[in-house]
């Protein structure tokens, strides 16, 4: 049986004055580590935080998702410092 050959997915950007969404990126893995361990983000998303595993994974299905699917989750992204909003 042929191996099924995948092609880059072209995530959409959208930008406001003052956002940038994006898909996520490798270099995305430590600041979204970060995010997802903060008790304050999780307390109302599922309320435990994640360890960095748990991270990971979610990280490799949002890529995932644009990849099969063709439409996923952003980071979104504050264009003055580059920081997770």
């Known amino acids: 049986m042929p191996n099924p050959v995948y092609t880059a997915v ?3 950007v959208l930008e406001t004055e ?5 898909g996520h990126r490798l270099d995305d893995f430590a600041p979204c580590a970060a995010m997802w361990a903060d008790p ?11 360890s960095a595993e748990e991270s990971w994974t979610r990280l490799l299905r949002y890529v995932g998702h644009w990849a099969l699917l063709g439409f ?12 997770f909003a």
Do not use: D, F, M, S
Not at 40 to 50: A, E, Q
């Open 10 to 12: 072209q995530v959409p």
């Open 40 to 50: 304050l983000v999780t307390r109302h998303i599922g309320g435990i935080p994640l």
């Open 72 to 83: 996923g989750y952003w980071v979104v992204e504050e264009k003055a410092t580059g920081n």
């Open 18 to 22: 003052r956002l940038k969404l994006r």
